[in-house]
C-alpha cells in the first residue's frame, strides 16, 4: 500500500494563497488517482479535489472551484493543492487520499473509494 506525507499547511489570512504537497512512497504512484480532503473540528471529513491517473481530469468541490488547483507530478511522485482567495470557511485539517485505479481517466470523489490516507497537515485561515 502506497503511504502518503503531506506538508505545506499553516497559517494565512483571507484572500491569501497557500499550497499544500502530498508525496507517496511504497508503491507505484502513477498506477493512483489522488485526491484531497478536508475536516473541521465537528464536522465530516468532505471531499475537496481529485485528479486521474492520468492527470488529464480533476474534479473539484463547489465550494472551492475556481480557487483551488489540484496537480501531480508523477516523475516526483507527489500531488499538489494550490489554494488562492483563501476563507476563514477553509479552515481545516486537509487530508491526502490514494485510489489505486486501472482506469486513467476515472476521478474518485468518495471517502470509500480511496485506498490509503495521509495524516493531515492544518490549514489555518484567519479574518
Known amino acids: 500500500q502506497v503511504q502518503l506525507v503531506e506538508s505545506g499547511g499553516g497559517l494565512v489570512v483571507a484572500g491569501g494563497s497557500l499550497g499544500l504537497s502530498c508525496a507517496a512512497f511504497?508503491?507505484?504512484?502513477?498506477?493512483?488517482?489522488m485526491g484531497w480532503f478536508r475536516q473541521a473540528p465537528g464536522l465530516e471529513r468532505d471531499f475537496v479535489a481529485a485528479?486521474?491517473?492520468?492527470?488529464?481530469?480533476?474534479v473539484y468541490a463547489k465550494s472551492v472551484k475556481g480557487r483551488f488547483t489540484i496537480s501531480r507530478d508523477n516523475t516526483r511522485n507527489t500531488v499538489y493543492l494550490q489554494m488562492t482567495s483563501l476563507k476563514p470557511d477553509d479552515t481545516a485539517v486537509y487530508y491526502c487520499?490514494?485510489?489505486?485505479?486501472?482506469?486513467?481517466?476515472?476521478?474518485?470523489?468518495?471517502?470509500?473509494?480511496?485506498?490509503?490516507w495521509g495524516q493531515g497537515t492544518q490549514v489555518t485561515v484567519s479574518s
Open positions: 485528479v486521474s491517473v492520468s492527470g488529464g481530469r480533476t
Open positions: 487520499a490514494a485510489d489505486y485505479s486501472e482506469n486513467v481517466f476515472y476521478v474518485p470523489s468518495k471517502p470509500t473509494e480511496f485506498d490509503a
Open positions: 511504497g508503491r507505484t504512484f502513477k498506477n493512483y488517482a
